[in-house]
Structures are given as structure tokens and as C-alpha cells.
């Protein structure tokens, strides 16, 4: 199957709405992280996502016409939430045990420690 604008425009890409500071002119930043440089801005939310749309459209347009990758968003129905991971028994009991402190169950600590460490990562990545 050939993938058309249509196709791509119909993906839910994750965006990021930034608030642009009063003394920069005030307005809102739209960008789609995963299509690099595929940003807009506006000077309200709803007009800053108006426009992200016809800069995704041009994007996508641009490198469709020159045959470049297009990064398409995950499918977050093809994951469960769930897996099981093996870890040595002292480790085990340090995170059982700061959990207990944190007041957490120890699913939610180690979620919770993974999401950090994840943000961490992103954060880096997007530097």
C-alpha cells in the first residue's frame, strides 16, 4: 500500500504546546517532535494548533514529493502496560524497601522510577 498525505495526516502525532514569554511577543509554540521541524506558533492555543496543522500538511508534502522517511507515532494499542523483568534478590529488596518509604506500592515505584529515568533520557535526546 502507498502511503499518501491523506494517510499521514490522518496519524495522531504527539504535539508540544509551549507558551512563548510575554517579552518574546507573547503566543503559543506548536511543534511535532517527531517530525523534525515541523513547528508553528499562534497567538492562542487553538490558533497555534490551527496552524500546526497546515505545517504538518507542508511537511508531509515535502517529503513525500522527495521520497524522504516519514517517522510515523507508535501504536500505543499494540502494548499492554505489562512485562516481567528478573533482577538480582538485593536489588529486589532496595527497591521494596524505598517503596515502602515512598509509601508506594512496588509497581508504582518502579513505574514511577522508570518514567524519571525515561524523561531524563527524552529530555537529553531532544537537547
Same mark, same amino acid.
Given at each position: &500500500?502507498? @502511503?499518501?498525505?491523506?494517510?499521514? &495526516? ?8 509551549? /507558551?512563548? !514569554?510575554? $517579552? ?6 506548536? /511543534?511535532?517532535?517527531?517530525? $523534525?521541524?515541523?513547528?508553528? !506558533? ?14 504538518? $500538511?507542508?511537511?508531509?508534502?515535502? &517529503? ?24 538480582? @534478590?538485593?536489588?529486589? @529488596? ?5 517503596? $515502602? &518509604? ?26
Amino acid at each position: &500500500m502507498k @502511503k499518501t498525505l491523506e494517510y499521514y &495526516m490522518n496519524l495522531k502525532y504527539p504535539t508540544q504546546i509551549t /507558551e512563548i !514569554d510575554i $517579552k518574546d511577543g507573547g503566543g503559543f509554540l506548536v /511543534e511535532i517532535p517527531l517530525l $523534525k521541524g515541523c513547528v508553528s !506558533d499562534g497567538e492562542t492555543i487553538a490558533e497555534a494548533l490551527g496552524n500546526i496543522n497546515e505545517a504538518k $500538511k507542508e511537511w508531509l508534502a515535502y &517529503m513525500l514529493e522527495n521520497g524522504l522517511p516519514i517517522p510515523e507515532p507508535l501504536d500505543v494499542s499494540k502494548y499492554s502496560g505489562k512485562f516481567v523483568v528478573r533482577i538480582p @534478590k538485593s536489588l529486589h @529488596k532496595t527497591i521494596s524497601e524505598q517503596s $515502602k &518509604m515512598e509509601g508506594l506500592s512496588l509497581n508504582q515505584y518502579v513505574a514511577n522510577s522508570l518514567a524519571f529515568v525515561a524523561g531524563q533520557k527524552q529530555m537529553a535526546l531532544s537537547k
